[in-house]
């Protein structure tokens, strides 16, 4: 059974950093992109940012760019969201996804059940 777990989430004053967690199982973690969404009180869901399988390729949101990092440990399963220079408008509850193809070629979106960040004085 695929599972993101997301952990580290809290509240964190202006200019803060933080580091989330998302803990992978049931799947080649090794083989997989993944990325990191968030959503805000009466907001859609938007992207954040994501890494390639290997690592080597990044990519982030424009709101995010330069502030955040993502990187991955496929030895532990475990991609990781370094957050720094917070901002109020960062609070959201941030989830960890990622796409999995079956053999038959079918794909299936998976998703943490999330963790809250608030960025509040």
């Known amino acids: 059974e695929v599972q993101l777990v997301e952990s580290g989430g809290g509240l964190v004053q202006p200019g803060g950093s933080l580091r989330l967690s998302c803990a992978a199982f049931g799947f080649t973690f090794s083989s997989s992109a993944m990325g990191w969404f968030r959503q805000a009180p009466g907001k859609e869901r938007e992207f954040v940012g994501g890494?390639?399988?290997?690592?080597?390729?990044?990519y982030y949101a424009d709101s995010v760019k330069g502030r955040f990092d993502i990187s991955r440990d496929n030895a532990k399963n475990m991609v990781y969201l370094q957050m720094n220079s917070l901002k109020p408008e960062d609070t959201a509850v941030y989830y960890c996804?990622?796409?999995?193809?079956?053999?038959?070629?079918?794909?299936?979106?998976?998703w943490g059940q999330g963790t809250q960040v608030t960025v509040a004085s």
């Open positions: 996804n990622t796409v999995v193809v079956a053999f038959s070629g079918l794909e299936y979106e998976y």
């Open positions: 890494i390639s399988w290997s690592g080597s390729i990044t």
